[in-house]
């Protein structure tokens, strides 16, 4: 029973694990970008949730006990925005430099996890009267016949200029509006996230309880690997994809718009992120650091089942989420009983960290065996 326990526990952190997986092989597969900051993504799904409970739980009534639909929608347009922005703002100027990518990504998910920490009413005012400004000015400069030549002077003059103006506006109007000048919405600390009623408690089965919470992630995971099979083998956007990920520069020759591919890709990975947020949210408490908990076994979820492979990936997700917990849970040292020396290594490593440090180890000695992973790329797609 034991053990029934651990495997169901590990498949829902699977699940979980599945979810944010599934945008970043989509990403890694097509792109070959390395995202660091995938698991800011997943943050930012996670404190969408909590915003929406809130304002559900105001609401009272049926809308809370809904709230989780709406905020799985509203987590993926959040999550899918922001790598919208991350692809047409940073990304798009690296690719083929994985190095600086690396960092530049890296770099994203410091300023993500600050933002967080600090962001209230005032440097919201900011940003938006900042990107008013700044944008639409270029937008208006850019229409002149001569904009190549000037654009560095632009650029030059407005960027500081919009800045300081932005600055000074929020200030001014926090003052005099006497908004919550240097109280953050969230904070540093964590915040909770409060399930619906119908998904408190559990599944009884013999002594041993299935909660709602986790066979409902599970199923969330089930729909959302439905969902991404049938739009990348049954619509014509899914067959560009697949087309750029088999061969770009073919792609670019027969009329596929690779860079309105690249983008909506990276949008669509980064929405699943922010779904596996909002799944993360019901499992515990979320903080700014809640991606990077993640971020490290989702990346070697996409390595082990094979870079851009579907289905290598729910393999992966399920088998590391599953080793993790019934190492982390001691129940493989429970299971062998007083057998010396098995039971005292696997009591060794029977805690979160050193679980992890376990299922790397025998990860790389897989990857020795199997560098291509579970499903090696084959073909054209090794070349592409």
Not at 106 to 129: E, K, N, P
């Amino acid at each position: 029973m034991q053990l029934f326990d651990a495997v169901f526990n590990g498949i829902s952190t699977g699940a979980v694990l599945l979810l944010a997986a599934l945008g970043l092989a989509i990403v890694f597969g097509l792109m070959g970008v390395i995202n660091l900051a995938h698991g800011e993504l997943m943050m930012l799904g996670a404190y969408t949730t909590y915003v929406v409970q809130n304002v559900s739980k105001s609401a009272g009534g049926i809308w809370f006990e809904s709230y989780i639909f709406i905020a799985i929608i509203a987590a993926f347009l959040v999550a899918a925005l922001v790598g919208f922005i991350l692809e047409k703002g940073v990304i798009r100027y690296l690719y083929g430099r994985p190095l600086e990518t690396l960092l530049a990504t890296w770099g994203v998910s410091l300023i993500l996890q600050q933002f967080v920490r600090s962001v209230s009413w005032i440097l919201v005012i900011g940003i938006c009267l900042f990107a008013l400004l700044f944008w639409g000015a270029w937008w208006l400069i850019s229409r002149r016949s001569d904009f190549e030549r000037i654009k560095k002077l632009v650029l030059g003059i407005m960027f500081p200029l919009s800045v300081g103006i932005s600055i000074a506006t929020a200030f001014w109007l926090g003052q005099t509006y006497k908004l919550a000048v240097t109280k953050p919405w969230f904070g540093a600390q964590g915040v909770d996230v409060t399930a619906p009623k119908w998904l408190r408690g559990g599944v009884d089965l013999s002594g041993f309880q299935l909660p709602y919470a986790r066979l409902f992630i599970i199923a969330l995971t089930i729909i959302c690997v439905i969902g991404i099979y049938l739009f990348l083998q049954r619509t014509t956007w899914g067959l560009k994809i697949r087309a750029v990920t088999q061969n770009r520069s073919m792609s670019a020759s027969l009329g596929i718009p690779t860079q309105k591919v690249d983008a909506l890709t990276f949008a669509l990975g980064s929405g699943l992120a922010g779904i596996a947020g909002c799944a993360i949210s019901l499992l515990g408490s979320v903080g700014p650091n809640t991606g990077q908990n993640y971020v490290i076994d989702t990346f070697m979820v996409v390595v082990v089942g094979g870079v851009g492979k579907l289905v290598g990936s729910i393999v992966a997700a399920i088998a590391i989420g599953t080793a993790n917990y019934i190492i982390g849970s001691n129940t493989l040292g429970t299971l062998v009983g007083g057998v010396e020396p098995l039971a005292g290594i696997f009591k060794f490593f029977a805690t979160t960290s050193m679980a992890k440090v376990l299922v790397f180890a025998l990860i790389i000695a897989f990857l020795q065996v199997k560098p291509g992973g579970i499903f090696p790329q084959k073909g054209r797609t090794v070349d592409a």
